[in-house]
Nanobody
């Protein structure tokens, strides 16, 4: 079992920055990739950014150049640095671990609100 806890959300003005953290505990052997997803009011949950254990990253077109995903393996933590935030970035952000053998884990989410 893997437990994920997100933190770092909050209220910021457009153009501001936030850093989200996802602390993992439990048995994380077999991790294939880690990522961040978000769900805005009235919308489907969407991929924001992912990083594989090999270091390859992938970003949604809407956040490329503004968001950066990174990891600190000594702390079992995944980060999402969000710069140049826009009101349309407002959403609940969820941390995700994808494991080999068709398993995945989700955090409880952290609210990010960007005001205009």
């Amino acid at each position: 079992q893997v437990q994920l806890v997100e933190s770092g959300g909050g209220l910021v003005q457009a153009g501001g920055s936030l850093r989200l953290s996802c602390a993992a505990s439990g048995n994380i052997f077999g991790t294939k990739s880690m990522g961040w997803y978000r769900q805005a009011p009235g919308k489907q949950r969407e991929l924001v950014a992912t990083v594989t254990t090999g270091g390859s990253t992938n970003y949604a077109d809407s956040v490329k150049g503004r968001f950066t995903i990174s990891t600190d393996n000594t702390k079992n933590t995944v980060y999402l640095q969000m710069n140049s935030l826009k009101p349309e970035d407002t959403a609940v952000y969820y941390c995700n671990y994808e494991m080999y053998f068709r398993r995945s884990y989700w955090g409880q989410g952290t609210q990010v609100t960007v005001s205009s």
